[in-house]
T-cell receptor, first 113, second 114 residues
């Protein structure tokens, strides 16, 4: 079946560096993507989203890039801080009427001071 | 504060003892959903509801029931829990529009079935 996956299960960076978290998706019908952040002991929190008619979207210190040609999604975090340490999930909406989101398995980001 | 509230946050129970995990949202969201999160498997959808009295199965509905009698509440019922239902459960809600579904998640309910 079609699924959302991640290239790297763990990522360790130094405080102040930029982080890049990658995600591959296989459903070419997906038209909407979201990145979530999950801190230890908490529920996932929305970070940023992007529609399939866009290549790039920027938020505060975060940028999401979408490459539909290779079905690849990435989350860039600028000047990574210790508070960014968390598991990051990408999710895709395949466009069905049930608005179902399919989640990737997550990448653990660790920021070293 | 806009939020999704789940209870209980932690529960240890025994096989076969019926339990209910409550979920309530104060954002007037139409869409509500339950997920379970297991190591190596990520978040998997159990059931979802597009509106009051409208519910449907997700990817892993076996052993679970839900109801949506009121817009704000979406309880998850385990009629006869089994050890393979030991997991971390999340309730979520959203306004759905133009294909966008930005879920707001609760803090999670950790269930252990002995």
């Amino acid at each position: 079946g079609e699924s959302v996956g991640l290239h790297l299960p763990t990522l360790s960076v130094q405080e102040g560096d930029n982080s890049i978290i990658n995600c591959a998706y296989s459903n070419s019908a997906s038209d909407y993507f979201i990145w979530y952040k999950q801190e230890s002991g908490k529920g996932p929190q929305f970070i940023i989203d992007i529609r399939s008619n866009m290549d790039k979207r920027q938020g505060q210190r975060v940028t999401v890039l979408l490459n539909k040609t290779v079905k690849h999604l990435s989350l860039q975090i600028a000047a990574t801080q210790p508070g960014d340490s968390a598991v990051y999930f990408c999710a895709e909406n395949s466009g069905g009427s049930n608005y179902k989101l399919t989640f990737g398995k997550g990448t653990l980001l660790t920021v070293n001071p | 504060e806009a939020q999704v509230t789940q209870n209980p946050r932690y529960l240890i129970t025994v096989t076969g003892k019926k339990l209910t995990v409550t979920c309530s949202q104060n954002m007037n969201h139409e869409y509500m959903s339950w997920y379970r999160q297991d190591p190596g498997l990520g978040l998997r959808q159990i059931y979802y509801s597009m509106n009051v009295e409208v519910t449907d199965k997700g990817d892993v509905p076996e052993g679970y029931k839900v109801s949506r009698k009121e817009k704000r509440n979406f309880p998850l019922i385990l009629e006869s829990p089994s050890p393979n239902q030991t997991s971390l459960y999340f309730c979520a809600s959203s306004l759905v529009y133009s294909g966008a579904n930005v879920l707001t998640f609760g803090a999670g309910s950790r269930l252990t079935v002995l």
